[in-house]
């Protein structure tokens, strides 16, 4: 059975010990080194190659992001496994958005570390369920954030619009809705003003893109 060959880096001794003593008995990997800052990570890869890096990201000189930029960057073949007890947003998108394969608390199961170690070893992402969750909730209150930029319109407002939007003119909206015209020039003025549009130009490019409206 092939070993996933690890390199555990981490700036405390005592972690990088207990992690590498119970790694060590499980069957499916093997440590073959161990690192205390991200410069000596990277000095050990000029000696050996491991499938997976297991990185903390607090730490002197050089960050764990900072490390797993420069790993990617020069050996992008190497698999890189977040371990932190950081799990805010901010340091899970930062190591995402240089390379990271999976991230994992430190509070994660013994069980789980090694399930991780062998699921990005095989070309697949690996978030622990906490870590997920926050990925989740920032996707879901940006893009509450984003919906609540866009202005409300009343239900007649949004059919002016989107007739408005189809080529029809203002008479032809007025009949179609059994309006007067002059009712609908006060919407599309009512609804100029809501979205800060000068013209009728901008109004439509704006509605498509918010998908207010459907084209």
Excluded: W
């Amino acid at each position: 059975m092939k070993k996933t060959k690890v390199i555990i880096v981490d700036d405390h001794k005592l972690v990088t010990d207990c992690i590498s003593l119970f790694l060590s008995g499980a069957p499916e990997i093997e440590v073959i080194g161990i690192a205390h800052s991200g410069q000596e990570a990277l000095d050990l890869l000029k000696t050996i190659k491991p499938d997976v890096m297991l990185l903390d990201i607090s730490m002197p000189n050089m960050s764990g992001i900072e490390t797993t930029a420069a790993i990617k960057r020069n050996f992008s073949d190497i698999k890189i496994l977040i371990l932190s007890m950081h799990s805010d947003y901010t340091n899970i998108s930062d190591a995402i958005d240089v390379g990271a394969d999976g991230y994992v608390p430190k509070d994660v199961s013994s069980e789980e570390l090694v399930e991780a170690i062998v699921t990005v070893d095989k070309g697949k992402n690996y978030f622990h369920t906490s870590i997920s969750e926050e990925i989740v909730k920032n996707y879901a209150n940006k893009k509450k954030k984003a919906q609540g930029n866009i202005p409300q319109l009343t239900k007649r407002e949004l059919e002016v619009l989107q007739l408005f939007a189809e080529g029809y003119n203002n008479n032809e909206i007025a009949d179609k809705l059994f309006l007067s015209v002059r009712t609908i020039e006060s919407h599309k003025n009512h609804i100029l003003q809501k979205t800060n549009m000068k013209n009728s130009v901008e109004l439509i490019k704006f509605a498509i893109k918010s998908k207010i409206i459907d084209i």
